[in-house]
Nanobody
Framework: QVQLEESGGGLVQAGGSLRLSCVAS????????VGWFRQTPGKEREFVAR????????QYADSVRGRFTISRDNAKNTVYLQMNSLQPEDTGVYYC???????????????????????WGQGTQVTVSS
C-alpha cells in the first residue's frame, strides 16, 4: 500500500504560480498512475490533471490546460503540479491520488474520475486572491 502526501499549497495573488508536490511512501511508486484533483466547499472533487506511470501520457482539464503542468520523478517517488497564471477560480484543496497500473486497469473514459483512484493524500490548500 502506498501513502501520499501533498505539499506546496498556499496563498498567492492572481497571476502568480505555485508548485505542488505529491510524495509517495510505502511502495515503489513507479507503477502508479497519478492524478491531481481539487475540491471546494459544496462541490464534488474535480479532475485537474493526470500522468501515466511512466510519465509519457498526460491529460488536463480544459480549465487548466496551458497553465498547469504535471510531471513526475519516479526516482524521487514524487509527482509535481506546476500551476501558473493562477486565478481565483483555482482556489480549493488539491489532492493527489494514485492507482497501481500493474494490479488493475482503468477504462480510458474513467481516468478522470475520482472513483478510479485507490489512494489519496490529505490535500493541500491553494488560495488565489483577486
Amino acid at each position: 500500500q502506498v501513502q501520499l502526501e501533498e505539499s506546496g499549497g498556499g496563498l498567492v495573488q492572481a497571476g502568480g504560480s505555485l508548485r505542488l508536490s505529491c510524495v509517495a511512501s510505502g511502495r515503489t511508486f513507479g507503477t502508479y498512475s497519478v492524478g491531481w484533483f481539487r475540491q471546494t466547499p459544496g462541490k464534488e472533487r474535480e479532475f485537474v490533471a493526470r500522468i501515466s506511470w511512466r510519465g509519457g501520457v498526460t491529460q488536463y482539464a480544459d480549465s487548466v490546460r496551458g497553465r498547469f503542468t504535471i510531471s513526475r520523478d519516479n526516482a524521487k517517488n514524487t509527482v509535481y503540479l506546476q500551476m501558473n497564471s493562477l486565478q481565483p477560480e483555482d482556489t480549493g484543496v488539491y489532492y493527489c491520488a494514485a492507482y497501481d497500473t500493474f494490479r488493475r486497469t482503468v477504462d480510458a473514459g474513467m481516468l478522470r474520475s475520482a472513483t478510479s483512484y485507490d489512494y489519496w493524500g490529505q490535500g493541500t490548500q491553494v488560495t488565489v486572491s483577486s
